[in-house]
């Protein structure tokens, strides 16, 4: 079965200082993976993907994630962050029973 | 093109009652899923649409329902509503299996409260 873990509950950075929020996939197969973003009171946003093509994946508002397969892992990124980027942020594994199956959640914090 | 669109945004209701969610997809996009999210478990799938069948299905009991119209639009229904049915429900659009793209969008959401 495939799952997701986030490896922090609560990440807080300064503005400008670079963002690492960190993801763990189990897939007994090359998975899909996605970060998706959701603002307080709104829907979630789908950040980036990947599907195999490349290994490291560039998605909106300067953020990306690479593809390590040998530490299952999918962190995402950013040089430096906004304060508009305070969110919080899932990760996420496509199952091969054709449903999204979500991590707990990281909020970012980005303090002034 | 539109994004995916919820009705309604809010909602509050009593406890035994019964509500109906509604969720319009992108437009072209087959594929409905919606999903609960609360603090405590987090976002949960709740079921999955494709032309008008349901192709999966998550770990809810049966008052919890959906269906799905020949326009791709779908309600989900909870009935007999429990205080712990309090949530978020989010939906998400997708092309639908076999199109080649896994990702799904999803609409601002409905905020059910049952009192």
């Known amino acids: 079965a495939q799952s997701v873990t986030q490896l922090d509950s609560h990440v807080s950075v300064s503005e400008g200082t670079p963002v690492l929020l960190r993801c763990n996939y189990s897939s007994s197969y090359s998975p899909s993976l996605f970060w998706y973003v959701q603002h307080p009171n709104k829907g979630l946003q789908l950040l980036l993907k990947y599907t195999s093509a490349a290994t490291l994946v560039k998605g909106i508002n300067g953020f990306e994630a690479e593809f390590k397969k040998s530490e299952t892992s999918f962190h995402l990124t950013k040089p430096s962050a906004h304060m508009s980027d305070a969110a919080e942020y899932f990760c996420?594994?496509?199952?091969?029973?054709?449903?999204?199956?979500f991590g707990q959640g990281t909020t970012l914090q980005v303090k002034p | 093109k539109a994004g995916v669109t919820q009705t309604p945004r809010y909602l509050i209701k009593t406890r035994g009652q019964q509500v109906t969610l509604s969720c319009s997809p992108i437009s072209g996009h087959r594929s409905v899923s919606w999903y609960q999210q609360t603090p405590g478990q987090g976002l949960q799938f709740l079921f999955e649409y494709f032309s008008e069948t349901q192709r999966n299905k998550g770990n809810f009991p049966g008052r919890f329902s959906g269906r799905q119209f020949s326009n791709s639009r779908s309600e989900m229904n909870v009935s007999t509503l429990e205080l712990g049915d309090s949530a978020l429900y989010l939906c998400?659009?997708?092309?639908?299996?076999?199109?080649?793209?896994?990702?799904?969008?999803f609409g601002p959401g409905t905020r059910l409260t049952v009192t």
């Open positions: 998400a659009s997708s092309l639908g299996p076999g199109q080649g793209s896994y990702e799904q969008y």
């Open positions: 996420v594994v496509y199952s091969n029973t054709g449903k999204l199956i």
